[in-house]
Structures are given as C-alpha cells and as structure tokens.
Nanobody
Framework: QVRLVESGGGSVQAGGSLRLSCQAS?????????MGWFRQVPGKEREQIAA???????SYEDSVRGRFTISKDKAKNALYLQMVSLKPEDTAMYYC?????????????????WGQGTQVTVSS
C-alpha cells in the first residue's frame, strides 16, 4: 500500500523560505515515476505547481518558476519542494503526489497516489 507523508509546512513572513518534504513508503520505486507538488486554497481547484519525471526533467507553474525548486532522492524515495521568496498568495495546502506507472509527461497529468497535505501560510 503506497503512502505519502508531507512535512515542512508552517507559517512564514513574505520573503521567507520553507522546504517541504514528501516521504513515500509501500512502493520501493516511487521515485522512478512521475512525482509532483500541488496546492489548493479553499474554494479553488487543486493546481499542480511542479513536476519531476523519471529522468529528472522539471516543470513549473508560471507563478512559482524561479522561486520554487522540486527535487527528489531516489535512494530515500523522497520528494522535496524548496520554496524561497514566498508571497502571501502562496498560502495554501500543499500536496505531494506520485504516479509510478508513468515516467514522462508528469506535468498537468493524472496522479493516483496522494499525501494528506501540509499547510503553508505566508503573512505580509
């Protein structure tokens, strides 16, 4: 049974930084397929903000490109999101997701395994 657990969320002031982590368990090769970060604010649809494919190619949503960096550690079966220069509009619940059966085309695609989310709050 695949399980994803996010950590690293919290409250910061605008301009601050946070690093989110997502630990996968229950599937040895979780990091071999598509991995992504999503976020959702109340009343809005969940949106994908970053993706990394099996060979490490990266994709970002326009509003986070240049400020957020997605990375993974295959040995640890973990996914990360380094966030710098945070803005109040980055406030959201952040989710990690994996799709082990897909290796490419990881951005704006379907994911079947999700974490429970971690809250990020950025104050002005």
């Amino acid at each position: 049974q695949v399980r994803l657990v996010e950590s690293g969320g919290g409250s910061v002031q605008a301009g601050g930084s946070l690093r989110l982590s997502c630990q996968a368990s229950g599937y040895q090769y979780a990091a071999a397929g598509c991995m992504g970060w999503f976020r959702q604010v109340p009343g809005k649809e969940r949106e994908q903000i970053a993706a990394i494919d099996s060979e490490g190619s990266l994709s970002y949503e326009d509003s986070v490109r240049g400020r957020f960096t997605i990375s993974k550690d295959k040995a640890k079966n973990a996914l990360y999101l380094q966030m710098v220069s945070l803005k109040p509009e980055d406030t959201a619940m952040y989710y990690c997701a994996i799709e082990p059966d897909r290796r490419f085309g990881c951005y704006k695609s379907e994911y079947n395994y999700w974490g429970q989310g971690t809250q990020v709050t950025v104050s002005s």
